[in-house]
Nanobody
Framework: QVQLVESGGGTVQAGGSLRLSCAASGIIFSFNAMGWYRQAPGKQRELVAIISRGGSTNYADSVRDRFTISRGNAKNTVYLQMNSLKPEDTAVYYC????????WGQGTLVTVSS
């Protein structure tokens, strides 16, 4: 079964940090790019950060300089280090991979309290 599994979500106070992890299973090819998206209640899903197979990164303006995306040594793993979290970062965060197939994770909830 092809899937991406996220972990690391939770509740943190404003100004705190969290690290999200995403690992693939059942996938033998390498994604061309992996990324993190988020969806807050009542809002559309939006791109947070993306990293290419070559290591190029791109961030949403709202998280630039606070979040860092990186790829793990294992194939098809990706991390999102989130620092200086704000209440507006509260959302379900989804891992995404694109390549031969497009695959979404099930999401992990991040709650930032003020």
């Amino acid at each position: 079964q092809v899937q991406l599994v996220e972990s690391g979500g939770g509740t943190v106070q404003a100004g705190g940090s969290l690290r999200l992890s995403c690992a693939a299973s059942g996938i033998i090819f390498s994604f061309n790019a992996m990324g993190w998206y988020r969806q807050a209640p009542g809002k559309q899903r939006e791109l947070v950060a993306i990293i290419s197979r070559g290591g190029s990164t791109n961030y949403a303006d709202s998280v630039r300089d606070r979040f860092t995306i990186s790829r793990g040594n294992a194939k098809n793993t990706v991390y999102l280090q989130m620092n200086s979290l704000k209440p507006e970062d509260t959302a379900v965060y989804y891992c995404h991979g694109e390549g031969y197939l497009e695959v979404w994770g099930q999401g992990t909830l991040v709650t930032v309290s003020s």
